[in-house]
């Protein structure tokens, strides 16, 4: 174990959960004492006392540890939520239904903020069939590419991986498509909303009652 749970995190969990140092002593068996002396780099907890402070705060050890919690909410009924984590070192690209702490080469990755597309960075999209075609005109060097393209429904996601000297295409099935993401591993990550329209009063599928279930479906689940 590289890290530790350090005084300033406890402090910041202790308060976002509204305990005193007392409330928080009282729950593992110390004194107030001893969780300010946490709390002011002057003590550690004991590793014992590791999974009593997660279990105090309702987290896991490892997001204590990390200092990184995780707040999802219905995250297996809405796929929009998406979130994309690529590793600066290999390239690897990650996809998440919600927020997590992810490490790749030692390397704790963060959600990309996608961005609305700039000039150089404008997307192409075309209707065949019951397929959209998409292209980004882009180089596509070792150096300098787009190194994926992917849509999200409301319960799917299609993502495709792009190689550099391949071409910077794709196509996807329409069906449920909302959002258009695109990566650029040197100007990050891009999107847009997918017109509605046409698309949908086209398709047999009613996607606003297919919508209306999915929440309907997530509130009895959930709350
Ligand atoms: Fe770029």
Redesign the pocket.
């Known amino acids: 174990m590289n890290q530790y749970v350090t005084g300033a995190v406890i402090k910041q969990l202790r308060e976002k959960n509204k305990m005193t140092q007392l409330q928080l002593a009282e729950k593992l068996g110390v004194s107030d004492k001893t969780v300010s002396k946490w709390e002011t780099g002057k003590g550690y907890p004991d590793i014992t006392l590791l999974e009593p402070v997660a279990k105090a705060f309702r987290i896991s050890v490892t997001e204590l540890i990390s200092g990184n919690t995780i707040h999802n909410e219905n995250v297996s009924s809405n796929m929009l939520r998406s979130k994309f984590y690529v590793c600066p070192v290999c390239g690897n690209v990650l996809h998440g239904m919600g927020e997590a702490v992810i490490h790749c080469h030692g390397i704790p990755l963060n959600p990309i903020e996608a961005e609305a597309s700039d000039e150089?960075?404008l997307i192409m999209i075309e209707r065949i069939e019951d397929e959209y075609y998409v292209r980004i005109d882009?180089?596509m060097t070792k150096e300098?590419y787009?190194s994926f393209i992917a849509t999200v429904s409301l319960d799917s996601i299609q993502m495709i991986k792009l190689y550099p000297e391949g071409n910077a295409e794709a196509r996807f099935k329409i069906r449920g498509v909302k959002k258009l993401y695109w990566y650029?591993?040197?100007?990050g990550l891009f999107f847009i909303d997918v017109v509605k329209g046409i698309d949908d009063r086209e398709g047999s599928h009613d996607h606003m009652q297919e919508q209306r279930e999915l929440e309907m479906t997530a509130k009895m689940l959930f709350g």
Do not use: Q
């Not at 650029?184 to 100007?187: A, F, H, I, P, Y």
């Open positions: 150089k960075h882009h180089d300098h787009i650029c591993n040197r100007d």
